[in-house]
């Protein structure tokens, strides 16, 4: 079993900046592809970014303006969000599997956060 915990959810104004972080206290993401999702109101949830150790992608609807990275030592990924838009208000949610390959599909991930709510105001 592993445990995530996103933080860095917020409101902030459209063209503003977030960060979020999600960790594993009990159990090290080493060997773990991660990804972010995100869900907004009435909407299924979509994938944001995915993460292995053979490299990233990233939705379209984000390209250029998010950026997932990891610490390994802080045993923590990220999401760096800038120029953020009003499109993206939702909860997102940080995953992960067991393997090494990433994957832009949220059936394949076993371990789920419990969200954190990220609102853009115009």
């Known amino acids: 079993q592993v445990q995530l915990i996103e933080s860095g959810g917020g409101l902030v104004q459209a063209e503003g900046s977030l960060r979020l972080s999600c960790t594993a206290p009990a159990r090290t993401l080493s060997g773990y592809s991660l990804g972010w999702f995100r869900q907004a109101p009435g909407k299924e949830r979509e994938f944001v970014a995915a993460m292995s150790g053979g490299g990233t992608n990233v939705a379209d609807s984000v390209k250029g303006r998010f950026t997932m990275s990891r610490d390994n030592d802080k045993n923590a990924v990220y999401l760096q969000m800038n120029s953020l838009k009003p499109e993206d208000t939702a909860v997102y949610y940080c995953?992960?599997?067991?393997?090494?390959?990433?994957?832009?599909?949220?059936?394949?991930?076993?371990?789920w956060g419990q969200g954190t709510q990220v609102t853009v105001s115009s």
């Open positions: 995953a992960a599997r067991p393997w090494y390959a990433r994957s832009t599909k949220s059936e394949d991930y076993i371990y």
